[in-house]
Nanobody, 126 residues
Framework: EVQLQASGGGLVQAGGSLRLSCVASGFTIDDYNIGWFRQASGKEREGISCMSSGDRRTYYADSVKGRFTIASDNAENAVFLQMNSLKPEDTAVYYC???????????????????WGMGTQVTVSS
């Protein structure tokens, strides 16, 4: 059974850091694009980062570039999102997804994703 389990969210002060994990089961992450998305209350879902299958090239939205880093660990079959210098506007539910459209350096779109994690809440206080 394919599953994605996202975790690592929490409450942090502005300027702080969190590391989100997306642990996959039922498939090998290296075989698929993996993306991170977030949705703030009352706003549309935003694609913020992705890692392409195989070559593991990355994409970051302008809103997180320079602050967030996506990485994978094949031994853990997981993808991580290290979030530094967090801002109140980063407050959202964060989701990982399998097989989004991931164009390294350009864009990530969730329209093609076939599995989504349950989401983990990130709250950044000012």
């Amino acid at each position: 059974e394919v599953q994605l389990q996202a975790s690592g969210g929490g409450l942090v002060q502005a300027g702080g850091s969190l590391r989100l994990s997306c642990v996959a089961s039922g498939f090998t992450i290296d075989d698929y694009n993996i993306g991170w998305f977030r949705q703030a209350s009352g706003k549309e879902r935003e694609g913020i980062s992705c890692m392409s299958s195989g070559d593991r090239r990355t994409y970051y939205a302008d809103s997180v570039k320079g602050r967030f880093t996506i990485a994978s660990d094949n031994a853990e079959n997981a993808v991580f999102l290290q979030m530094n210098s967090l801002k109140p506007e980063d407050t959202a539910v964060y989701y990982c997804a399998r097989d989004p459209i991931c164009i390294p350096g350009l864009q990530v779109m969730g329209i093609n994703a076939d599995y989504w994690g349950m989401g983990t809440q990130v709250t950044v206080s000012s």
